[in-house]
């Protein structure tokens, strides 16, 4: 059982800090600065991303176990992994309609299911030969990454409003964009890859 402990949350941390998807690999970072501008609306987009991160990378995994899946081409992976997170954005729009959640609800689905960060989870893990704990723990750390990705985005943000010394050319998104370039650089030392590879 320890091992269990051990192996999710140390797969967690490396996809939440090391490996942070967001700034090392740029996955949702387009929805992680999008988002920092209304962090209100975080927790529910977070929650979803988390669910689409588990599910798609547990149910990726266990269709791994199958010596057929397993043997196929990395094309047929594409597939299947497409249509794995496919079906399960299906099914969950369907419960999510059943239940009448509010048409804001149904916009977070979607944009969670599709976003880049819950695309990339079962490549990645397909890529690292994770096991089903590790993939438990690296879907949990996708999620967490953005959480953090668009906490610290959302600071920058409050810190650049303040700046009365930026040039007038560089307020807005172009501070931004220098901004999340920065943290990305430091994510990469985190990670140990180099920026030249």
């Known amino acids: 059982m320890s091992y ?5 949350f140390s797969a ?12 090392t690999g740029g996955y ?16 529910p987009l977070s929650v979803f ?3 689409f991160s588990i599910a798609t990378s547990v149910i990726c995994r266990l269709l791994e176990l199958n ?8 094309l047929y992976h594409n597939i299947i992994f497409y249509g794995v997170l496919c079906v399960l954005y299906l099914l969950t729009l369907l419960v ?8 804001r609800v149904v916009r977070r689905v979607g944009i969670a299911a599709f976003n880049t960060l819950v695309l990339s989870v079962p490549f990645i893990n397909y890529r690292a030969g994770f096991n089903l704990v590790e993939a438990i723990g690296s879907g949990i750390g996708a999620g967490i990454a953005f959480v953090l990705a668009v906490l610290l985005i959302n ?5 650049l409003e303040q700046n009365t010394s930026i040039p007038r050319h560089f307020k807005g998104t172009p501070a931004i964009f220098i901004y ?10 985190l990670s140990g890859r180099s920026i030249f590879i």
């Open 4 to 8: 269990f402990i051990l192996d999710l």
């Open 12 to 23: 967690a941390l490396y996809a939440c800090l090391i490996q942070n998807f967001i700034f």
């Open 28 to 43: 949702g970072a387009s929805e992680a600065v999008r988002m920092s501008a209304k962090p209100k609306n975080l927790f």
């Open 49 to 51: 991303i988390v669910y």
């Open 67 to 74: 010596s057929y899946v397993s043997g196929l081409e990395p």
């Open 96 to 103: 999510v309609l059943v239940i009448g959640a509010p048409k």
């Open 155 to 159: 600071i920058g943000l409050k810190r």
């Open 180 to 189: 999340v370039s920065i943290l990305s650089l430091c994510f990469m030392a």
